[in-house]
């Protein structure tokens, strides 16, 4: 099933050829819930498929594919809303200074968009997920490199897909598909290609970035690498319900067998009476935690080897030891740490780093100096945490100064939550600084739209020369700024 150099081209020139046809926003709109109609329809066979590939159970990828969905069909109202144009006009001005000519803006697609498929989401971040739907939207044709974990149920949903896209005269090739690693280094060198979506390994992301970079013309590469997701639970927090965030921390850590790019990899908590209590409802939450099988048996022996690793450092403890569970499962469990050893360089870097399974590490402080002090240290993250007591919450305490230090960190910053389920909602943001991401944009949500786009302006063009979309009397109805004003 790999794909030659000469597959890939072929896949690429195909989906050029396909751009025409994305043109029609109403076209795209319909085709976008046709997709969603087409996955639905076909969700037994796609769940049966996927759970024979990944074992993540019909449960979770029923849940997953409805996700999906939703999300394609959200894509579609922003396209027939069409305020992600961002359209302006602005009039001749010659009273300003300087003075302002006519001048019309507004975003057109990027082109053809390389997608590259995760393993732990076989749906919403694979062929048809956050990625390939956010371009379709945008107008650009999409070829996927299909992860090696599932990739029969890569082709399955791509049929999906190219059938919904026949429903409204929509070639085939607007949705290419190859497997393969070298046929994924010849996708982005393909000088066809404009931009690229990423969900992976900070290893992976970083070679295709900088493939991607060192092109003759350089291209967007949008790669999610990798993420801690640190969790702060202050004295006071604890003290006041350190068993329920005890309980809470394992079920987030385990969920999916701790196989989420958001599973919170480092915790802060106290070293005190209230955060032994809440280590021991971890320890009682996670001991009851059933084994489960992780996405290939490459990530099992990462995890293994990660864990023990880990185990060995001085004054690392294990009050619940992840590892094997049976030939083809692993435990969850979680290591402690005096937070000292993590505020300054050395072997202890390995905790700050993620370990991809059902793992986490409790770092124990003692003061708030030793909290600033691992915060200083910590890389880019998808997202940040911070469990409060309710007066902290209430404005009392330190609760905004945290909140202020966390921001820095992460692109989303929860309080007294878990970060595991990124809604999908117009005003999430799923990315964060180096390594979470490699650029500032979000692979989920409305605005995950503006990767595949780019602004151009037309001055001085003559009224019957100009797109539909930036014509005076705005035949398409679309929300904009005409003159200085908003308009909707």
Not at 408 to 420: I, Q, S
Request: include cysteine; glycine fraction near 10%.
């Amino acid at each position: 099933m790999e794909a030659t150099a000469q597959e890939v081209d072929a896949a690429v020139r195909a989906a050029d050829e396909a751009r025409e046809a994305l043109t029609d926003r109403t076209v795209r709109a319909a085709f976008l819930r046709s997709a969603a109609d087409e996955l639905e329809a076909a969700r037994d066979r796609l769940v049966e498929a996927a759970d024979a590939e990944t074992a993540l159970g019909p449960v979770r990828l029923t849940g997953e594919l409805a996700r999906t969905c939703y999300q394609l069909r959200a894509f579609a109202g922003i396209v027939e809303e069409g305020a992600f144009l961002d359209v302006v006009v602005d009039h001749p001005d010659d009273t300003a200074t300087p003075p302002v000519p006519d001048l019309r803006r507004y975003k057109i697609p990027l082109g053809v968009v390389a997608v590259y498929s995760a393993s732990n989401f076989p749906f919403a971040f694979s062929v048809a997920g956050g990625d390939t739907a956010s371009a379709l939207a945008a107008g650009c044709p999409v070829v996927v490199k299909a992860h090696p974990d599932h990739p029969a149920l890569s082709e399955l949903v791509a049929k999906v897909i190219r059938r919904a896209a026949a429903l409204h005269g929509v070639p085939d090739g607007v949705l290419g598909l190859v497997h393969g690693f070298d046929a994924g280094i010849e996708l982005i060198r393909h000088p066809m290609i404009a931009a690229a979506g990423f969900t992976g390994s900070v290893r992976g992301g970083r070679a295709l970035f900088d493939e991607a970079a060192a092109r003759p013309v350089p291209i967007p590469f949008h790669g999610e690498l990798g993420s801690l997701n640190p969790v702060l639970v202050t004295e006071a927090a604890a003290a006041e319900r350190g068993e329920a965030i005890g309980g809470g921390l394992a079920g987030s850590m385990t969920l999916g067998v701790g196989q989420f790019c958001v599973k919170p990899g480092l915790v802060l908590a106290p070293a005190s009476a209230a955060g032994d209590a809440l280590l021991k409802s971890l320890t009682d939450a996670v001991s009851d935690t059933d084994p489960g099988v992780l996405l290939d048996h490459r990530m099992r022996d990462n995890f293994l080897a990660g864990v023990t690793e880990r185990a060995q450092l001085p004054d690392v403890a294990t009050p619940v030891t992840a590892g094997a569970g049976g030939e083809h499962t692993v435990s969850a469990g979680f290591l402690t740490v005096p937070a000292e050893r993590l505020t300054r360089e050395g072997a202890y870097d390995l905790l700050l780093e993620e370990c991809f399974g059902p793992v986490t590490v409790v770092a124990r402080y003692t003061d708030e100096a030793e909290v600033r002090a691992v915060l200083s240290r910590l890389p880019g993250n998808l997202t940040a945490t911070v469990h409060l007591s309710s007066e902290e919450a209430a404005g009392q305490g330190r609760g905004a100064e945290l909140l202020r230090e966390l921001t820095p960190l992460a692109g989303r910053v929860l309080v007294n939550g878990w970060p595991t389920g990124v809604a999908v909602a117009p005003a999430q943001h799923h990315g964060g600084p180096y390594p979470a991401t490699t650029s500032t944009s979000t692979s989920v949500g409305g605005t995950a739209i503006e990767r595949w786009l780019r602004p151009v302006v037309y001055q001085g063009a003559p009224e019957a020369l100009l797109p539909p979309e930036l014509k005076d009397d705005n035949p398409l109805g679309l929300p904009r700024r005409f003159n200085g004003r908003l308009e909707r």
